[in-house]
């Protein structure tokens, strides 16, 4: 999402308008795409630029997509630079009109995952023993990445 800073002129200068960056080689041209995966898998990276949905372009390469080339239990992973479902309560707006109408009516039950960035945080919660538990929690593997809370230390 920190690409639209300048506009997005330098990922289209430096990604869509090349062919090749650092030895590798570089078939994106637009600032969205479609991945088919194994087993029936599909990445839709949207471009929600700042208007906070798709435009007409990406709708009709994705419609094409889903019409020439998904079958109908295929699923599919909706990538987005922000989480409007999240945003949008909060900030009182409805956007992602034609992103939703193109998971509901076009993509039909396929979308089984939304991914998107933009809020900058990270939570896990998993089960840990506690001798204030009935029946004590296997505890989960120890991470130099985790910070166990308690209802003491919270």
């Not at 090749?20 to 479609?34: E, I, K, M, R, V």
């Not at 699923?75 to 707006?93: A, K, Q």
Request: aromatic share 10%; hydrophobic share 35%; net charge negative.
């Amino acid at each position: 999402n920190h690409d639209w800073f300048d506009g997005l002129n330098t990922y289209s200068r430096f990604v869509c308008e090349r062919d090749w960056l650092g030895g590798w080689h570089l078939p994106q041209d637009t600032s969205f795409f479609a991945l088919k995966l194994p087993h029936g898998w599909w990445v839709l990276g949207c471009d929600l630029a700042l208007e906070h949905d798709i435009n007409v372009e990406q709708f009709a390469c994705f419609e094409a997509i889903v019409e020439r080339h998904m079958g109908p239990s295929d699923r599919v992973i909706v990538v987005t630079h922000e989480p409007s479902w999240i945003l949008d309560g909060y900030e009182g707006n409805k956007s992602e009109e034609k992103l939703q109408y193109l998971i509901t009516s076009i993509l039909k039950g396929r979308v089984v995952v939304r991914l998107a960035g933009d809020i900058h945080n990270y939570t896990r919660h998993s089960l840990v023993e506690s001798d204030h538990l009935s029946v004590p929690a296997k505890k989960q593997r120890p991470s130099k990445l985790s910070v166990q809370t308690t209802s003491e230390n919270v």
